[in-house]
């Protein structure tokens, strides 16, 4: 089988940051942007624990579905099975300059986010009490903080 594009980046040398992942263009025209929202340094540092990362999923995508200028853009936000990151997909051809703005928002609204976790419940959720708020709102600010404060080309192209 042929390796899978994602399978190719070299996550020895890749750093945390906002990458784009792919691009695809559907049958109408329009593009397609899936976006790596890489929190943790793969390999090298903890992975993001399951439950805080589930918390990060809730409030994202509540925050970016909601979103007064992304929201009809917004296609996809879920996390990584290897616990280093999320995926967002978006509609257009978008670079992660381009997004920068909306991931300060985003991550500054989960480092700042005070009560009820949209959709913890048994009724919307398959694993409600699946969640950490408090490290979810620690993680969020260490990467806003960390990394989206003053990214580099680094942080923002995957590693040739």
Not at 15 to 38: A, K
Not at 114 to 130: L, V
Request: with cysteine; aromatic share 10%.
């Amino acid at each position: 089988m042929k390796k899978i594009d994602s399978f190719t980046v070299d996550h020895l040398r890749l750093l945390r940051g906002i990458y784009v992942s792919r691009r695809d263009t559907m049958e109408s025209g329009e593009v397609l942007t899936t976006f790596d929202i890489r929190m943790t340094e793969p390999n090298r540092m903890q992975p993001i624990a399951g439950p805080t990362l589930h918390t990060i999923e809730h409030l994202a995508a509540t925050f970016l579905r909601n979103h007064p200028r992304w929201a009809d853009r917004v296609i996809y936000w879920g996390p990584m099975g290897c616990c280093t990151g999320n995926y967002l997909i978006l509609k257009g051809e978008l670079s992660s300059s381009d997004i920068l703005p909306l991931m300060r928002e985003t991550f500054s609204f989960i480092a700042g986010y005070d009560g009820e976790i949209p959709g913890a419940t048994p009724r919307d959720c398959g694993n409600y009490s699946y969640m950490d708020l408090d490290d979810a709102r620690l993680q969020a600010k260490c990467y806003l903080d960390e990394v989206l404060a003053n990214p580099t080309v680094d942080n923002l192209e995957y590693p040739k």
